[in-house]
Nanobody, 122 residues
Framework: QVQLVESGGGLVQTGGSLRLSCAAS????????MGWFRQAPGKGREFVAA????????YYADSVKGRFTISRDNAKNTVYLQMNSLKPEDTAVYYC???????????????WGQGTQVTVSS
């Protein structure tokens, strides 16, 4: 069982930056791939970024490539999402999730956090 708690969301202007954190409980964090997803009002949950269990590989959605960076610190049981050059279309609730394998589909992820709101004003 893995419990995930996100933090770091907030209100930022277009072009600004935020860093989201996701703290995980349990001693098996380092065995899980970790992903970030987001859900805007009236839309489905979409993939943002994912990291392999040791951070050696990562995937990004085309919409965030070059602007967002996923990283993890297994010693701290934490995964991060650094978001730069934010746009109004990045406004959403952001979720972190844990999966056995490095995949981009939401259905591959077994554990989810409660989400943190990111709002980008124009």
């Amino acid at each position: 069982q893995v419990q995930l708690v996100e933090s770091g969301g907030g209100l930022v202007q277009t072009g600004g930056s935020l860093r989201l954190s996701c703290a995980a409980s349990g001693r098996t964090f380092s065995s899980y791939a970790m992903g970030w997803f987001r859900q805007a009002p009236g839309k489905g949950r979409e993939f943002v970024a994912a990291s392999s269990y040791n951070g050696g590989r990562s995937y990004y959605a085309d919409s965030v490539k070059g602007r967002f960076t996923i990283s993890r610190d297994n010693a701290k049981n934490t995964v991060y999402l650094q978001m730069n050059s934010l746009k109004p279309e990045d406004t959403a609730v952001y979720y972190c999730a844990a999966a056995r394998y490095l995949l981009v589909e939401t259905t591959a992820y077994d554990y989810w956090g409660q989400g943190t709101q990111v709002t980008v004003s124009s």
